[in-house]
């Protein structure tokens, strides 16, 4: 006999705010169970469905499916975060503050995030554990009408307009 384990999400958008709730079945066969979040818009931290979230965007998963991390967009009255999800005891605490987060990818060996923060037209990379985090690039030159223009070059010289996804190829 074999067992899988998977972990996804689901979300559903109210208005401009995503809410979301993530769930994991440790067997296909059986029914889905919520791990966190309240299904409404909030930066509650907790336990299991005591948690929230606020604008999630993105979801990376730890190559062992032991923990979550969610990157939260927020607004002008909720700043950015990544959210950490103990999958075994449905923790949710805050890992990082990132405002406009928006795609988020985990490094193979689980060591580093990588973070799109849309309105800073930029990729973070973020230490794990620890939290440090460094522009790895973008944030490039305005053009004379003051947009962000698309650039080829390495780092903080690089151009992206509204980064929201991105991958980590093995």
Same mark, same amino acid.
């Given at each position: 006999? @074999?067992? @899988?384990?998977?972990? /996804?999400? &689901?979300?559903? @958008? @109210?208005?401009?705010?995503?809410?979301?709730?993530?769930?994991? &079945?440790?067997?296909?066969?059986y029914?889905?169970?919520s791990v $966190?979040?309240?299904?409404?818009?909030?930066n509650?931290?907790?336990?299991?469905t005591s $948690?929230?979230?606020?604008?999630?965007?993105?979801?990376?998963? =730890? /190559?062992?499916?032991? #923990?979550?991390?969610? $990157?939260?967009?927020?607004? *002008?009255?909720?700043?950015g975060?990544?959210?950490?999800?103990d999958? %075994? #005891?449905?923790?949710?605490? %805050?890992?990082?503050?990132? /405002?406009?987060?928006w795609?988020?990818?985990?490094a193979?060996?689980?060591?580093?995030?990588l973070?799109?923060?849309?309105?800073?037209h930029?990729?973070?990379?973020? =230490?794990?554990? *620890?939290?440090? /985090?460094?522009?790895? $690039?973008?944030?490039?030159?305005?053009?004379?009408? *003051?947009?962000r223009?698309?650039?080829?070059?390495?780092?903080?010289? %690089?151009?992206?307009?509204e980064?929201?996804?991105?991958?980590?190829?093995?």
């Amino acid at each position: 006999s @074999s067992s @899988s384990s998977s972990v /996804s999400s &689901s979300s559903s @958008s @109210s208005s401009s705010l995503g809410t979301c709730s993530f769930e994991h &079945s440790a067997n296909p066969l059986y029914p889905v169970t919520s791990v $966190a979040g309240q299904g409404i818009a909030t930066n509650t931290l907790g336990v299991g469905t005591s $948690a929230g979230f606020y604008g999630p965007r993105g979801i990376a998963v =730890t /190559s062992d499916g032991s #923990t979550l991390y969610v $990157a939260q967009y927020g607004t *002008g009255q909720s700043t950015g975060y990544i959210r950490k999800v103990d999958v %075994a #005891t449905r923790e949710v605490t %805050a890992f990082k503050t990132l /405002s406009y987060s928006w795609g988020i990818a985990i490094a193979p060996d689980d060591s580093y995030l990588l973070v799109c923060e849309e309105k800073f037209h930029r990729i973070q990379k973020v =230490t794990i554990p *620890g939290a440090a /985090s460094t522009v790895l $690039a973008g944030g490039g030159p305005y053009t004379s009408t *003051g947009f962000r223009s698309f650039v080829d070059a390495r780092g903080t010289f %690089a151009g992206f307009y509204e980064p929201r996804g991105i991958t980590i190829d093995n």
